[in-house]
């Protein structure tokens, strides 16, 4: 069952920038709030300008007291190169097997993630949960924060 608002988030073990650099939802949820999202793939013009975005407004989830973590399918060799071109530091996680992607509902019928995020409060709580109904729209900004302020 998709797991939808006011559910728990199902955790997760992840790899990051290297098949033994696992990070899980608990790890990320023990700093408080994580916005959770999953897009398509590295490397794509959409994705890049969305995952660049997040990282120049890092500053307005933390002054919130949030994480941000964002997943696809994609290798954890993937995920380094692209982020250190891209200069992203926050988590790029490998969900190579699409374990999380089924959990939380946010396969694309063709394997690749739906472009979605997940507002999940410091008690692992889901707040929001938003699917873009086009692998090509991102979510904007200010909508986030505000899910996120509403969240808090």
Do not use: K
């Amino acid at each position: 069952m998709t797991p939808g608002v006011g559910d728990r988030a199902p955790e997760f073990s992840l790899p990051a920038d290297d098949w033994s650099n696992e990070v899980s939802l608990s790890e990320l949820n023990a700093g408080g709030p994580v916005v959770l999202f999953f897009y398509p793939g590295d490397w794509s013009s959409v994705c890049s300008d969305q995952l660049g975005f997040l990282q120049a407004s890092l500053e307005l989830f933390s002054q919130r007291g949030a994480s941000v973590a964002a997943v696809s399918a994609d290798s954890p060799w993937s995920h380094r190169a692209f982020a250190e071109q891209r200069g992203i530091t926050f988590p790029l996680l490998s969900d190579f097997r699409g374990d999380a992607l089924s959990e939380y509902g946010v396969q694309h019928e063709r394997g690749f993630p739906e472009r979605a995020y997940f507002v999940i409060d410091s008690e692992g709580v889901i707040r929001t949960r938003r699917v873009e109904d086009s692998p090509g729209e991102q979510p904007p900004l200010n909508e986030v924060l505000a899910d996120l302020d509403e969240a808090l």
